[in-house]
């Protein structure tokens, strides 16, 4: 089993519309946790971390269940930029600060 | 201010071959990691070094090492390249104690 678990997708959304994503992770002693943004080609960036109380950065919501080892991120009012790989990212500090990624969602937001 | 910068870009090397990479991390930042991203996968995790030392490694055959220098500044070396070490290789820096990394445009290797 992977240690973090996404659906490929591809999501393809119409501009506008409302796509959630949702990751699982294995490891139970896991501390930290994000969502970057990795554009055809190029380097994964931050988007935002998870935080147990749920946060968001306008159109974009993350959520974190720590008893489901569930995370979650919801964009709202898609827009065409949103189009990217989502990756669900852990980290589980065990005398290192290792990243353990998803394998990423992918997601295309259609005219 | 600069982000994470790496050296080359892109290369293309034969089997057999060895292969240096180099990393120069946002400035104030100590912590260096190295990542390999296949086709179609998430990065996954090849060391990550700390005031010079290495603080872990992930699950990479031998042929894989690094080094951090003075500036913290990093080399990712491959020996005995095989056509599966073709990836993009991505170095990550980060402060200490802050789990967040930020990461270099990467580097597009191609083993042939």
């Known amino acids: 089993r992977k240690e973090v678990e996404q659906d490929p997708g591809p999501f393809n959304v119409p501009e506008g519309a409302t796509v959630a994503f949702n990751c699982t992770y294995s490891?139970?002693?896991?501390?930290?946790f994000f969502w970057y943004r990795q554009d055809c080609r190029k380097e994964p960036k931050l988007l935002m971390s998870?935080?147990?109380s749920g946060n968001e950065d306008g159109r974009f919501t993350a959520q974190l269940n720590r008893a489901s080892q569930y995370i979650s991120l919801l964009i709202r009012d898609s827009k065409l930029s949103d189009s990217a790989t989502y990756l669900c990212v852990v980290n589980t500090y065990t005398g290192r600060r290792a990243l353990t990624f998803g394998s990423g969602t992918r997601l295309q937001v259609q005219p | 201010d600069a982000g994470v910068t790496q050296s080359p870009t892109h290369l293309i090397k034969t089997r057999g071959q060895h292969v240096t990479l180099r990393c120069s991390p946002i400035?104030?930042?100590?912590?260096v990691s190295w990542y390999q991203q296949v086709l179609g996968q998430g990065p996954q995790f090849i060391f990550q070094y700390y005031e010079k030392e290495e603080r872990g490694r992930g699950n990479f055959p031998d042929r894989f090492s690094a080094r951090q220098f003075p500036n913290y500044s990093s080399e990712l070396n491959v020996n005995a390249l095989l056509l599966g070490d073709s990836a993009l290789y991505l170095c990550?820096?980060?402060?200490?104690?802050?789990?967040?990394?930020?990461f270099g445009q990467g580097t597009r290797l191609t083993v042939v």
């Open positions: 490891n139970s002693a896991s501390q930290s």
């Open positions: 400035s104030g930042h100590k912590s």
């Open positions: 990550a820096s980060s402060l200490e104690g802050n789990p967040e990394a930020f």
């Open positions: 998870v935080y147990s």
